[in-house]
């Protein structure tokens, strides 16, 4: 099983950046795919999940209104960031689980990162 994130890359403030996820090995047409992001020196926070239907979803409150997560398929996830601040410099990262969660510990599977740089 494996997920491949991409997308990252160097952006100014105000910009945008698409980051895709693919994922292979397994179908994951029963599970919520999620997205976090790793500051140096911290832990993994969540950053945006989306239901195996696609028709739900949940933010954290600091990415509300400029990040739109969505899933095309099973095993597809993207987040589509727009309006980005130098505060969203991060390696993101795109898992998967088999319930409705926000904590990094209760997701199965894992992209290997992909870095996303805003400058001021």
């Known amino acids: 099983v494996q997920l491949q994130a991409s997308g990252g890359g160097l952006v100014q403030a105000g910009g945008s950046l698409r980051l895709s996820c693919a994922a292979s090995?397994?179908?994951?047409?029963?599970?919520?795919l999620g997205w976090f992001r790793q500051y140096p020196g911290k832990e993994r926070e969540f950053v945006a999940r989306?239901?195996?239907?696609?028709?739900?979803t949940y933010y954290v409150d600091s990415v509300k209104g400029r990040f739109t997560i969505s899933r095309t398929n099973a095993n597809t996830v993207y987040l589509q960031m727009n309006s980005l601040k130098p505060e969203d410099t991060a390696v993101y990262y795109c898992?998967?689980?088999?319930?409705?969660?926000?904590?990094?510990?209760?997701?199965?599977?894992w992209g290997q990162g992909t870095l996303v740089t805003v400058s001021s």
């Open positions: 090995g397994r179908t994951f047409s029963r599970y919520v």
């Open positions: 989306i239901s195996p239907s696609g028709v739900s």
């Open positions: 898992a998967a689980t088999d319930r409705y969660s926000t904590r990094q510990n209760e997701y199965n599977y």
